[in-house]
């Protein structure tokens, strides 16, 4: 949970993170009913990027141990009567995280002939983490597709599996400091997508070689934010 917030944090830039995670509500007097009585926690977590990984750990484990005196509070309750005062759609990203069976392990049972079938979920979170411990970790990301590509996906879950290495080697290493790309990604953004740097003439000046620039493709976008598209030209004609 800890690594995941902060890959969340890393993706967003928000300080502050509110995660979802299942919880138990079987009581005693439950106890002798068949079924599943399970309600979606909320920790909110607050991350300094000053902090180390081994005291960030400590938040989430204090922070997850006081969200359980809540755990019994319906999280549609929760959800409604926040709608009713607030307006999140616009920023709003709903993110899971949660402990459960992927399957990987034949279920055999005495007397019985077990076969897996492969999940079909109906509803789907924006982004969902779910992990399974054996003898080692195992994760899965769900995904809205609306909000994500599959190659956004994967460079997610390539960052997480780079944050997780970083959180076992490197306890006293500070959040700020955690790294969450790859060499090969790195090198995609400093090679590939931004491009080699080019040589250009050192006997002109910037404005000769904007102007050079006017004459050469005067109808040319230089300019655009939001509605506003300024062309070579007008720049041209609002600094002279």
Not at 231 to 239: D, S
């Given at each position: ?15 502050e ?11 005693k ?6 079924g ?5 926690g ?19 484990t204090?922070q ?9 509070i319906?999280l ?8 009713r005062t607030n ?6 990203l ?8 992927l399957g990987?392990v034949?279920?055999q049972?005495?007397?019985?002939e ?16 779910h ?5 080692k970790?195992?994760?899965k990301?769900?995904?809205?597709g ?10 997610l879950f ?9 959180f076992?080697?490197f ?6 400091n ?6 090969q ?15 250009y003439s050192l006997?002109?000046t910037i404005?000769?070689l904007?102007?050079e620039?006017?004459?050469?493709d005067?109808?040319r976008?230089a300019i ?6 300024y ?9 002279n």
């Open positions: 949970m800890s690594a995941f917030s902060l890959l969340i944090e890393k993706y967003t830039a928000q300080k993170c509110v995660l979802s995670y299942p919880v138990n509500l079987k009581p007097a439950l106890q002798p009913l068949l599943c009585f399970v309600n979606m909320l920790i909110k977590l607050s991350i300094n990027s000053n902090n180390t990984v081994k005291e960030f750990i400590e938040h989430v204090q997850r141990a006081i969200s359980k005196r809540h755990q019994k319906p549609f309750d929760i959800v409604s009567r926040l709608r307006n999140y759609e616009e920023n709003a709903n993110v899971s995280i949660a402990e459960t069976t990987l034949p279920l049972l005495e007397h019985c077990c076969q897996t079938y492969p999940r079909e979920l109906q509803h789907i979170e924006d982004l969902g983490c992990f399974q411990y054996l003898e970790i195992y994760l990301f769900d995904h809205n609306t909000y994500f590509d599959d190659e956004s996906i994967k460079a390539e960052s997480f599996k780079l944050i997780l290495e970083q076992v080697a306890p006293k290493k500070q959040l700020k955690i790294q969450i790309l790859t060499e990604q790195r090198l995609q953004i400093l090679n590939e997508w931004c491009g080699r740097a080019k040589g006997d002109k404005p000769q904007f102007e620039q006017v004459l050469k005067p109808q976008i655009q934010y939001d509605e506003h598209v062309t070579y030209e007008e720049i041209n004609q609002r600094a």
